[in-house]
């Protein structure tokens, strides 16, 4: 092998190497709120959604974070929602 044909091998691993790290790369996890009453009240709901998360393709703590906030009654609820 040749100096310029090495050279030329190793400048275009060199170009290409950042652009397939850069690829490999995972993104932040999406995070989704859920702000309901009582958790025994909403778990069929709670299923239900996970369940349909999944079948879009969303998996719990790989692609997406779901964070479930109780409030116990439906007065204290009020006082979280904006």
Known sequence: ME????IKIVC???GTWPIAAYAQQV???R???VLGAD???WSSWTVAFVTRLRELGW????TVDVDY????KLQAC???HG
Not at 59 to 62: D, L, P
Not at 69 to 72: D, E, L, P
């Open 59 to 62: 998996t719990t703590g790989e």
């Open 31 to 33: 995070r989704i709120g």
């Open 69 to 72: 906030r109780w409030a116990g």
């Open 27 to 29: 993104g932040e996890l």
């Open 39 to 41: 958790a025994t009240v």
């Open 12 to 14: 275009g691993l060199v």
């Open 3 to 6: 100096r310029r044909e090495f």
């Open 78 to 80: 009020e006082r979280f």
